[in-house]
């Protein structure tokens, strides 16, 4: 399974942007769906999740501004940014929790920047 996030790009404070990860690779089923980020010198944090009953959570610095979502076939998810904020520039990476007969696994994608100027 292999995960190609993209979608980020320098914004100004206020602005919006909306990340992008699409998965490709044999899965029998998903469990989750996440985003994380993690800016320079920092460790890195969970942002928010998506089940695959669509129930979706999110840290409290992003509650109200971000939204995930998940596209048909859990294959595709997004992450929409709105009244971006300085602290919010970080690497955002997905991350999905994969069941397959063996047993299940969790992917990473590359990661994409975000950086927002005040």
């Known amino acids: 399974v292999q995960l190609q996030a993209s979608g980020g790009g320098s914004v100004q404070a206020g602005g919006s942007l909306r990340l992008s990860c699409r998965s490709s690779?044999?899965?029998?089923?998903?469990?989750?769906m996440n985003w994380f980020r993690q800016a320079p010198g920092k460790q890195r944090e969970l942002v928010a999740t998506?089940?695959?009953?669509?129930?979706?959570s999110y840290t409290d610095a992003v509650k109200g501004r971000f939204t995930i979502s998940n596209g048909n076939a859990n294959n595709t998810m997004s992450l929409q940014m709105n009244s971006l904020k300085p602290e919010d520039s970080a690497v955002y990476y997905c991350?999905?929790?994969?069941?397959?007969?063996?047993?299940?696994?969790?992917?990473w994608g590359q990661g994409t920047l975000v950086t927002v100027s005040s």
């Open positions: 991350r999905v929790h994969a069941i397959h007969r063996v047993g299940d696994y969790y992917y």
């Open positions: 690779g044999n899965m029998l089923a998903v469990s989750d």
């Open positions: 998506i089940t695959s009953d669509g129930l979706k």
